[in-house]
């Protein structure tokens, strides 16, 4: 198989399986890198294409209608075409090698020899590119998405929606302000120890990777850990640690940590960069519901499982898959994970909630229900004067809510919900 035609083939079956399932981008990703030893060029090729087509699926699924009355979203036919919309439109990628190479992946996917209706299709829409340029076509999230973000306005609609198309930039954090210094590549300070990188790069070839000095880690991911303080030699429980990226803050400003996670697979991914960054941190895994309540904390951190609509820059295949979240059971799970935690703090010790997440139901609302139910808690507001750039992230009620669209002027950042209560008696 040439190898256009075969990254064509995957391109649609990571589509396919990213629409039917609920496997995220990374796994599908891998078993294709696996199964066909694919090269550094080839991997960029399909990453790029698939981002692009899931980023801009709206716009082209209404491209695809002015050209053809019914498809099947779910289907390879429509999957190679949007595909290839994304290729000619939006990478300027040369019309006729997409045209024929899709043609010919399309074969192979459906085992039939004809293509004819890809290839009318696909000639029809690139004759009129420049007519479809100039339509006025509209951004649009999914109905489950909606209806959790009624509030919002048209314009604050468009404009999360237009932070999403963007491919979001690498951030990275270190052990200590030398680590930035010494970067091999162009980048903007956002703290003493993490920078936004400008450049395209393999993180693998960062200056200080290798040796452990450095990790990878959103903006907004970074502000929990932040907002916590001074943790040096405070006894601090992570309930939901990995990845790991807090966990590592906590490790590096001097925090007695206690770590657990649920998920395995992801203990085993953070174990791989404890190691790197020479790190001492056994993470247990457990359900964090089910530990003993004895030993209480100075602090407990809760990154709970959630929507995780504030990752949509870097995951855009929330908004693509056929399934929505279960809103519900997450919010469930989120208030035991809280009630859970308020069991474990010393008095005068403090819980930091934090959802990934840009729906109020995962945050806001979470918190609020808490507090009137939990006479021995109160919140303590979170303020801007140790860290003045996320005054304009914090809420009225002294919460932290950032989204995809905010901090323009370090590139983006993923969206957080952060809370911080004391426990009073």
């Not at 489950?144 to 491919?167: D, R, V």
């Not at 925090?255 to 960054?277: C, H, P, V």
């Given at each position: 198989m040439k190898k256009g035609i075969l990254t064509r083939v995957i391109i649609t079956r990571i589509l396919y399986d990213l629409k039917k399932t609920n496997k995220n981008f990374d796994d599908c990703f891998q078993y294709y890198i696996n199964k066909y030893s694919l090269c550094e060029t080839d991997k960029k090729f399909i990453h790029n294409i698939v981002f692009t087509t899931i980023r801009n699926e709206t716009i082209i699924y209404q491209i695809v209608k002015l050209y053809v009355a019914r498809i099947n979203r779910n289907d390879y036919k429509y999957l190679i075409i949007a595909s290839a919309v994304a290729q000619i439109y939006k990478l300027e990628i040369k019309s006729y090698a997409v045209i024929n190479s899709s043609c010919e992946a399309y074969k192979i996917l459906n085992k039939t020899n004809s293509s004819k209706f890809i290839n009318a299709v696909l000639r029809n829409i690139d004759?009129?590119?420049?007519?479809?340029?100039?339509?006025?076509l509209s951004l649009k999230f999914p109905?489950?998405?909606?209806?959790?973000?009624?509030?919002?306005?048209?314009?604050?609609?468009?404009?999360?929606?237009?932070?999403?198309?963007?491919?979001?930039?690498?951030h990275i954090c270190s052990k200590n302000y030398e680590d930035i210094k010494n970067l091999n590549v162009k980048y903007k300070m956002t703290s003493k120890t993490s920078a936004a990188i400008t450049e395209q790069i393999n993180v693998s070839n960062l200056n200080g990777y290798k040796e452990g000095k450095i990790w990878v880690q959103d903006y907004g991911a970074t502000l929990a850990a932040k907002i916590m303080g001074d943790v040096k030699n405070k006894k601090i429980l992570d309930m939901c640690a990995a990845p790991g990226g807090k966990s590592f803050q906590?490790?590096?400003?001097?925090?007695?940590?206690?770590?657990?996670?649920?998920?395995?697979?992801?203990?085993?991914?953070?174990?791989?960069?404890?190691?790197?960054?020479?790190?001492n941190l056994k993470v247990i895994n457990q359900n964090v519901l089910n530990i003993n309540e004895e030993k209480k904390y100075d602090a407990v951190l809760i990154d709970a499982p959630c929507s995780a609509t504030g990752t949509l820059r870097r995951n855009p295949e929330i908004l693509y898959r056929n399934k929505a979240p279960d809103i519900k059971a997450l919010e469930k799970l989120q208030y035991q994970l809280i009630v859970k935690a308020s069991k474990m703090l010393k008095i005068n010790g403090l819980l930091y909630y934090v959802v990934c997440s840009i729906i109020d139901s995962e945050g806001r609302d979470q918190i609020i229900k808490f507090i009137k139910k939990s006479s021995n808690y109160k919140i303590i507001k979170i303020s801007a004067n140790a860290l003045p750039i996320i005054r304009k992230l914090l809420t009225k009620e002294g919460f932290l809510q950032s989204y995809p669209n905010s901090l323009k002027e370090l590139g983006g950042i993923d969206g957080f919900f952060i809370a911080r209560l004391v426990r009073l008696k």
């Open positions: 004759r009129d590119k420049d007519k479809i340029t100039n339509l006025n109905n489950w998405l909606n209806s959790n973000i009624k509030l919002f306005s048209s314009k604050q609609k468009k404009s999360l929606y237009k932070s999403i198309l963007k491919k979001p930039t690498l906590l490790l590096n400003s001097g925090a007695k940590l206690t770590a657990y996670d649920i998920s395995e697979k992801r203990i085993n991914l953070m174990n791989q960069n404890i190691q790197r960054l020479k790190l």
